[in-house]
């Protein structure tokens, strides 16, 4: 019997529950990947109240496709992110002349957990729901992997929409993110 193959989906926001249009995505696409492949998530929890669907999570990651033989599990790692917080780390952008919202997600726990769970499974596919979250599978050392960007929304294009519509300094720093990111 052979085994599903794996995949990384990389995303955001917690994928559960389906209650917001990105999650309502996610929540989807994760759904339609766990018919097939193995599937291991990372995500970020911006909502204290969210944790409680870690186990909503896993159970999609448990799927075993109708078969009862002894599939390997995909993993979830979930990681809170607390706004306030991670608005403070985002201001590195500017000090760097990147974007903000990298360094907003910006995270060693989970960069680790990629890195961990690449070496241990044989993940050969990533799917990066949101562009911040490319940031862990960049760079050469991730050269051997299909990797696959879905974008959510063009948040450059969101960010160069909220220029037009606010005031100075809001409209340079919007602006700003729209040209960074």
Not at 17 to 46: E, M, Q, W
Not at 67 to 85: C, S
Not at 115 to 131: C, G, N
Not at 144 to 171: E, G, T
Request: a positive charge; aromatic letters at 12%; one cysteine or more.
């Amino acid at each position: 019997m052979s085994r599903r193959r794996n995949i990384l989906f990389l995303t955001n926001r917690v994928p559960f529950p389906p209650n917001k249009g990105d999650k309502i995505r996610s929540f989807n696409i994760l759904k339609h990947l766990a018919k097939t492949y193995c599937v291991h998530v990372g995500a970020f929890i911006d909502d204290p109240l969210d944790w409680k669907y870690k186990s909503d999570v896993e159970a999609l990651c448990r799927k075993d496709a109708g078969d009862e033989q002894d599939y390997d599990f995909g993993e979830v790692h979930l990681l809170g992110l607390n706004p306030a917080v991670q608005k403070v780390m985002s201001l590195k952008g500017l000090l760097t002349g990147g974007s903000l919202t990298i360094p907003f997600y910006a995270s060693q726990a989970m960069q680790s957990w990629v890195d961990e769970l690449l070496a241990k499974r044989p993940i050969e596919k990533v799917l990066v729901f949101s562009s911040p979250m490319a940031q862990f599978v960049s760079g050469p050392a991730y050269s051997h992997l299909r990797r696959v960007a879905d974008f959510v929304d063009i948040d450059s294009d969101k960010w160069a929409q909220y220029a037009k519509s606010k005031s100075w300094p809001m409209s340079w720093i919007y602006g700003r993110e729209a040209k960074t990111l």
